[in-house]
């Protein structure tokens, strides 16, 4: 089974947020799964989470939405880890980034948490960094923030959801990728 983490934080002041893409992929990638009446998410270790089957490869997939707040994520990915005794090779972690150029979507085996919290719960909870992961640039197009918090806890702007509009449409694709290929074709093509 392939299991996709999107971060993100509970709550409807939370929904639109630039720190809730994960959510919102992760909506984006559930949206034909619910529509063909495949799956629909339910709620169970402290996450919204719908498991499917893709009928044409046949790929077990499992999306998942922690309910803990970002900065607690690692729990709940090792949870769903241990209750489906899934290797770390077979998931994804997706999540906005604020170093990354906005709209820019970045695939990588592994590393450090980049100043991120909720991989950053991840990493030490599960004791490795040795995950593959899914970034999406939030970095502000004009200048500098001065409380990087504050920004990425704002919803995005009008112009901002334009870009984010053709992003997510890659970033589905990069997934899809991801799920037939692995990590190394995916880095090829989209990074």
Same mark, same amino acid.
């Given at each position: ?58 790929? @077990? ?11 607690? @994520? ?92 053709? @992003? ?24």
């Amino acid at each position: 089974m392939k299991i996709i983490f999107g971060l993100g934080n509970p709550g409807k002041k939370y929904e639109r947020t630039r720190h809730n893409l994960g959510w919102r992929i992760l909506d984006r990638l559930a949206e034909p799964l619910i529509d063909s009446g495949i799956a629909k998410f339910k709620k169970k270790f402290q996450s919204s989470f719908l498991t499917a089957t893709d009928p044409e490869t046949g790929t @077990s997939l499992m999306l998942v939405k922690p309910l803990t707040y970002m900065n607690d @994520s690692g729990r709940v990915v090792q949870k769903i880890l241990q209750y489906r005794q899934e290797e770390l090779t077979n998931i994804l972690i997706v999540y906005d980034d604020f170093q990354l150029p906005f709209g820019k979507i970045r695939m990588r085996p592994k590393g450090s948490d980049g100043g991120h919290n909720g991989l950053a719960s991840i990493i030490e909870t599960l004791g490795t960094q040795d995950f593959s992961r899914l970034r999406v640039g939030i970095a502000p197009q004009q200048g500098r923030i001065a409380d990087p918090a504050k920004y990425v806890l704002n919803n995005f702007n009008r112009a901002e959801e334009k870009i984010l509009a053709k @992003s997510l449409t890659e970033v589905v694709e990069a997934v899809q990728l991801w799920l037939d290929d692995g990590i190394e074709k995916c880095m090829n093509k989209f990074n």
